[in-house]
């Protein structure tokens, strides 16, 4: 299974923002972390926002936090949010019915199988702890270079 830029960018936001408490975190900041251009990030930020993984703050002192704590918040909840589909076949999941094999076939079955025990995987992991060593996190991203450089 490939996850799409946009799931990947979702929880490096999640994480950015998991390393950044008791405080908004900056568009701006974040796209430049990560070399994006802030419009993606805009459109990823939809998805959480509708999602209610994180929660704009308007005004020139606003940003982005995380809705609630990050050891609330499941890998396995941001990935279902930010992927459109989870169709590993093409027979997976659609009214698509061209497959002679499809009364009889065990791929699909073991393809819902494995597709089950990743979510169940993602699901027993929060954004927290992906983002434990913040220290870290914040020299890797340039997070307090950012902030001197606002001041």
Not at 104 to 119: K, T, V
């Amino acid at each position: 299974m490939r996850l799409t830029q946009q799931t990947n960018y979702a929880v490096r936001t999640l994480m950015y923002c998991a390393a950044n408490p008791g405080k908004p975190s900056k568009v701006p900041e974040i796209a430049a972390s990560f070399g994006m251009s802030e419009t993606h990030l805009f459109k990823i930020m939809k998805v959480l926002v509708d999602a209610d993984l994180v929660t704009t703050i308007r005004g020139r002192n606003g940003g982005i936090v995380l809705s609630r704590p990050a050891e609330r918040i499941s890998v396995g909840e941001v990935v279902r949010a930010a992927e459109e589909s989870f169709q590993l076949a093409e027979c997976f999941n659609s009214g698509r019915r061209d497959c002679p094999l499809i009364p009889s076939c065990g791929f699909n079955g073991l393809l819902h199988e494995a597709l089950e025990a990743f979510m169940m995987v993602l699901d027993n992991h929060t954004i927290a702890e992906l983002a434990a060593d913040q220290s870290n996190i914040r020299v890797l991203l340039k997070m307090d270079d950012q902030v001197a450089a606002t001041a």
